[in-house]
């Protein structure tokens, strides 16, 4: 949209397998939303380098716009998420302390880590929801912006859906909370006027790319029969195997991948034993199993190379919430799981986040045996199409951590982020002494 002027990826379809074709013209087979919010700092970031002294479409020009398009779009997104579930759980519990090692352990002990710096729609779309039931959740408690809230949860909530298709289904989830709630037509009235302008650019987007405001890319994706050609888009009945090998396999499984989610199921039940927020505390249960039901039909369950379940992200920020309850009460136990959780998010984030559909088993076959020697940020250039617009040295990985951008190799190049996590430690006990 930027460099051509085009929703059309013509000159770069032969980069990838996730295209949709009509009429003879390429385009990315995604929901468009992730790309609408890239827009402006894409622009802003690529003239930041060519001011800098950065040949355009030279390797480091583009390299660093990337990072800084996904940092200012799903990394912002997700840092502000982490605020959110903080302010939320101090609600719930008036526990300042446990609260933020909640809302820190949802970012780092789990795949979040990766997802929020990889340009992926699901983590945007779960920062989204979220904010959009937030609003909702405080529009009763201020009179006179009440509806302003509402109509930003809408807003909210229809960029969630035009990010990510199945959380379409996800809105209708929060309407039905809007309405348990507030109980009348002019709130929803709001959150409709807030849903609109979303839905409408989505459906010019639409309209201009397949002549039809209500047909997908998925009508037309390149591979269409072998993944979206069954059911609705792909998602066909649900299945209990398949909801088993979204929470326990060792290849997807939610708690294999993160443990850290194994604390909110007592979490639940102590949030319903304080006997607070009654209405909240359904919305949290049902949410994470309608999606995970609804999931559970898709014919891609795997979900290409991919860090754990990653359809399910945008249902574990209220998966992740009751497991303050658990802190409270079981701190210990607590820190070794979150700990436990963290190590193996570490460990996967730091060799290949996006680990190839090849393996069975991740962690046996692929992450232990490279993160111990040191292999990491295993990602060779994927966009040598783009040549010679991206003038990618030949056998340079195009994936590097802060460390390894500064010189160091191996292990070695994780100290920076361990300092980081350090002072972010330190700095928690500081703050919530």
Same mark, same amino acid.
């Given at each position: 949209m930027v460099l051509e002027g085009t929703f059309s990826i013509d000159q770069f379809h032969e980069n990838t397998r996730d295209k949709s074709i009509y009429q003879g013209h390429y385009y990315s087979d995604k929901a468009p939303g992730l790309a609408f919010m890239g827009v402006i700092p894409f622009r802003v970031s690529r003239q930041f380098m060519i001011l800098g002294g950065q040949q355009d479409h030279s390797f480091v020009?583009?390299?660093?716009?990337?990072?800084? %398009?996904?940092?200012?779009?799903?990394?912002?997104?997700?840092?502000?998420?982490?605020?959110?579930?903080?302010?939320?759980?101090? #609600?719930?519990? =008036?526990?300042?302390?446990?609260?933020?090692? &909640?809302?820190?352990?949802? /970012?780092?002990? %789990?795949?979040?880590?990766?997802?929020?710096?990889? *340009?992926?729609?699901?983590?945007?779309?779960?920062?989204?929801?979220?904010?959009?039931?937030?609003?909702?959740?405080?529009? /009763?408690?201020?009179?006179?912006?009440?509806?302003?809230?509402?109509?930003?949860?809408?807003?909210?909530? !229809?960029?969630?859906?035009?990010?990510?298709?199945?959380?379409?289904?996800?809105?209708?989830?929060?309407?039905?909370?809007?309405?348990?709630?507030h109980r009348s037509f002019r709130s929803i009235l709001y959150f409709v006027i807030g849903l609109l302008p979303p839905l409408l650019l989505c459906g010019y987007y639409h309209a201009v790319c397949f002549d039809s405001p209500f047909v997908t890319a998925y009508s037309y994706k390149f591979f269409y029969d072998k993944v979206h050609g069954q059911g609705f888009s792909g998602i066909t009945l649900p299945s209990l195997r398949a909801m088993a090998y979204l929470l326990f396999s060792l290849r997807k499984g939610l708690f294999v991948f993160s443990p850290f989610f194994l604390l909110s199921i007592p979490g639940y039940y102590f949030w319903y034993r304080a006997g607070i927020y009654r209405r909240e505390w359904f919305f949290f249960l049902l949410f994470p199993i309608f999606y995970l039901v609804i999931l559970s039909g898709f014919t891609d369950i795997n979900a290409g190379w991919s860090l754990g379940p990653r359809h399910l992200i945008a249902a574990w920020p209220f998966l992740a919430v009751p497991a303050v309850?658990?802190?409270?009460?079981?701190?210990?136990?607590?820190?070794?799981?979150?700990?436990?959780?963290?190590?193996?998010? &570490?460990?996967?984030?730091?060799? #290949? @986040?996006?680990?190839?559909?090849?393996?069975?088993? @991740?962690?046996?076959? *692929?992450?232990?045996?490279?993160? @111990?020697? !040191?292999?990491?940020?295993?990602?060779? @250039?994927?966009?040598?199409?783009?040549?010679? &617009?991206?003038?990618?040295?030949?056998?340079?990985?195009?994936?590097?951590?802060? =460390?390894?951008?500064? !010189?160091? #190799?191996?292990?070695?190049?994780?100290?920076?982020?361990?300092? /980081?996590? !350090?002072?972010?430690?330190?700095?928690?006990?500081?703050?919530?002494?």
């Open positions: 020009q583009r390299v660093w716009t990337e990072h800084l %398009t996904t940092l200012f779009t799903v990394g912002l997104l997700s840092a502000l998420l982490g605020v959110f579930i903080f302010r939320f759980c101090r #609600k719930l519990t =008036g526990d300042t302390r446990h609260s933020l090692f &909640l809302a820190a352990a949802y /970012g780092v002990a %789990t795949p979040v880590l990766a997802y929020a710096s990889l *340009f992926f729609s699901h983590q945007a779309t779960a920062a989204l929801l979220f904010f959009s039931f937030i609003c909702i959740f405080h529009a /009763g408690e201020y009179q006179r912006s009440g509806g302003l809230l509402l109509t930003f949860s809408g807003f909210f909530a !229809g960029s969630a859906a035009v990010s990510e298709y199945p959380a379409g289904l996800a809105v209708l989830c929060i309407m039905i909370y809007l309405i348990l709630v309850f658990t802190f409270t009460r079981f701190r210990t136990l607590s820190v070794i799981v979150v700990s436990i959780s963290l190590l193996i998010g &570490l460990a996967a984030v730091s060799v #290949k @986040p996006e680990i190839p559909a090849l393996y069975p088993f @991740p962690h046996r076959d *692929f992450i232990l045996p490279n993160f @111990p020697a !040191g292999n990491l940020s295993i990602n060779s @250039p994927r966009f040598n199409k783009f040549l010679p &617009l991206a003038r990618i040295p030949a056998n340079d990985f195009y994936a590097f951590n802060l =460390g390894e951008a500064a !010189g160091l #190799k191996g292990l070695w190049s994780l100290i920076p982020l361990i300092a /980081g996590w !350090g002072t972010g430690v330190f700095l928690f006990f500081r703050i919530s002494r």
